[in-house]
C-alpha cells in the first residue's frame, strides 16, 4: 500500500520559515520523481516545487524561486520543503505528490496529472 503523510505545517508569521517533509512508503523511491503542491481556498491545486528521481534537477515556481528549496533522501524515503520568507499568499494546503515514472533520471513533473499518489496535505497558515 502506497502512502505519502506530509508534515511541518503550521501557524506562522510573514517572514518566518517552515519545512515540511512527506515520508513515503510502499514505492520505490529512488523510481520517483517528488514534487510539492499547494492548494488556497477556491483556487485549483498549483504546482509549487518538483524534484527529480536522482534528486540532481529540481524546479520552482516563480512565486517561490529564491524563498522555497526542495531535497529529498533517498536513504529515509522522505521529501522535504523548506520555506523561507513566508508570505500570508503561501498559506495554503500543501501535498506532495510521487511521480513513478520511466522518463529520465532528471525528469521532473510539473502539472498535478502527471502524479500517481498523493499524501493526505498539511495546511500551512502565515499571518500578516
Known amino acids: 500500500q502506497v502512502q505519502l503523510v506530509e508534515s511541518g505545517g503550521g501557524l506562522v508569521q510573514a517572514g518566518d520559515s517552515l519545512r515540511l517533509s512527506c515520508a513515503v512508503s510502499?514505492?520505490?523511491?529512488?523510481?520517483?520523481?517528488m514534487g510539492w503542491f499547494r492548494q488556497a481556498p477556491g483556487k485549483e491545486r498549483e504546482f509549487v516545487a518538483g524534484i527529480s528521481r536522482s534528486g540532481g534537477t529540481t524546479y520552482y515556481a516563480d512565486s517561490v524561486k529564491g524563498r522555497f528549496t526542495i531535497s529529498r533522501d533517498n536513504a529515509k524515503n522522505t521529501v522535504y520543503l523548506q520555506m523561507y520568507s513566508l508570505k500570508p499568499e503561501d498559506t495554503a494546503i500543501y501535498y506532495c505528490?510521487?511521480?513513478?515514472?520511466?522518463?529520465?533520471?532528471?525528469?521532473?513533473?510539473?502539472?498535478?496529472?502527471?502524479?500517481?499518489?498523493w499524501g493526505q496535505g498539511t495546511q500551512v497558515t502565515v499571518s500578516s
Open positions: 510502499g514505492l520505490t523511491f529512488r523510481s520517483t520523481a
Open positions: 505528490g510521487a511521480a513513478v515514472t520511466t522518463y529520465g533520471s532528471s525528469w521532473i513533473g510539473r502539472s498535478s496529472t502527471e502524479y500517481n499518489y
